[in-house]
T-cell receptor, first 111, second 115 residues
């Protein structure tokens, strides 16, 4: 059965800190790893990773995939209170339309 | 471009009733996936539709069903509601041209409460 595990489950930091969120996966015929941010509403898309070792970056957020070790990390530098959210990791294989999600990491950033 | 829309946003039902939720994908997207999100189980895949055909189904009982119309809008139906069906139901749309490596964009969800 496909499985995605995120760690830590929750994290409390202060503004300006750097955080690293972890995601490991076991998905049949793995093809893509996605990160979403959820703030009490629809998950909003952050990154999709399909190749190992290639970092994707958007502002203070970056992510990388390791297909050999079956994990991905999401880094957030210089955190702001607006980064407080649940960060979801999801993995997709060749199964139509199906993403397998992790439990999410609850990030709380204090001023 | 308008995002994914879902109606209604909130719903309260009683056990035994049935409910229909609606999802309109991003214009040009032909694939719609449905997910159930609960605090205990997280986001779980229900099913996916493309060109009015169900291509994939998750591990949910037959009380959960769906359909897709020619304009790619999709509905999901839950019959004989149980307390455990209380959840946030999310739909996501994508182009649907490949089985993988496509980003799914989520709607705001329908929050269903079963009393």
């Amino acid at each position: 059965e496909d499985k995605v595990v995120q760690s830590p489950l929750s994290l409390v930091v202060h503004e300006g800190d750097t955080v690293t969120l972890n995601c490991s996966y076991e998905v049949t015929n793995f093809r893509s790893l996605l990160w979403y941010k959820q703030e009490k509403k629809a998950p909003t898309f952050l990154f999709m990773l399909t190749s190992s070792g290639i970092e994707k970056k958007s502002g203070r957020l970056s992510s990388i995939l390791d297909k050999k070790e079956l994990f991905s990390i999401l880094n957030i530098t210089a955190t702001q209170t607006g980064d407080s959210a649940v960060y979801l990791c999801a993995a997709g294989g060749t199964s139509y339309g199906k993403l397998t999600f992790g439990q999410g990491t609850i990030l709380t950033v204090h001023p | 471009k308008a995002g994914v829309t879902q109606t209604p946003r909130y719903l309260i039902k009683t056990r035994g009733q049935q409910v229909t939720l609606s999802c309109s994908p991003i214009s040009g997207h032909r694939s719609v996936s449905w997910y159930q999100q609960t605090p205990g189980q997280g986001l779980q895949f229900l099913f996916e539709y493309f060109s009015e055909t169900q291509r994939n189904k998750g591990n949910f009982p037959g009380r959960f069903s769906g359909r897709q119309f020619s304009n790619s809008r999709s509905e999901m139906n839950v019959s004989t509601l149980e307390l455990g069906d209380s959840a946030l139901y999310l739909c996501a749309s994508s182009l649907g041209l490949a089985a993988y490596q496509e980003t799914q964009y989520f709607g705001p969800g329908t929050r269903l409460l079963v009393l």
